[in-house]
Nanobody
Framework: QVQLVESGGGVVQAGGSLRLSCAASIRAFSTYFVGWFRQAPGKERELVGALTWNGGILKYADSVKGRFTMSRDNAQNMAYLQMNSLKSEDTAVYYC??????????????WGQGTQVTVSS
């Protein structure tokens, strides 16, 4: 059964850091693109950033450039989101997702259950 499990969320003061982890039980994980998304209360889900199968950067949202860094470890079937200089507007539920190349997140992606990140000012 395909499963993605996020961890590492919590409450942090503005200016602080958190590292989110995503454990994937996908046999072909090393061939999948990985994305991090977030959804704040009352807002639509947005893409934070995405990596190719070998860690190449597909995209970072402008709002997180220079503060957030994605990485992945294909040998461990893991993906990470390092978040620095956190702001109150980063408060959201964060999701990791994985999809095969040349597909889209909504129809062919696998999603985790999400982890809450709360940044207090």
């Amino acid at each position: 059964q395909v499963q993605l499990v996020e961890s590492g969320g919590g409450v942090v003061q503005a200016g602080g850091s958190l590292r989110l982890s995503c454990a994937a039980s996908i046999r072909a994980f090393s061939t999948y693109f990985v994305g991090w998304f977030r959804q704040a209360p009352g807002k639509e889900r947005e893409l934070v950033g995405a990596l190719t199968w070998n860690g190449g950067i597909l995209k970072y949202a402008d709002s997180v450039k220079g503060r957030f860094t994605m990485s992945r470890d294909n040998a461990q079937n893991m993906a990470y989101l390092q978040m620095n200089s956190l702001k109150s507007e980063d408060t959201a539920v964060y999701y990791c997702a994985a999809r095969p190349p040349a597909t889209d997140w909504e129809t062919k992606g696998y999603w985790g259950q999400g982890t809450q990140v709360t940044v207090s000012s």
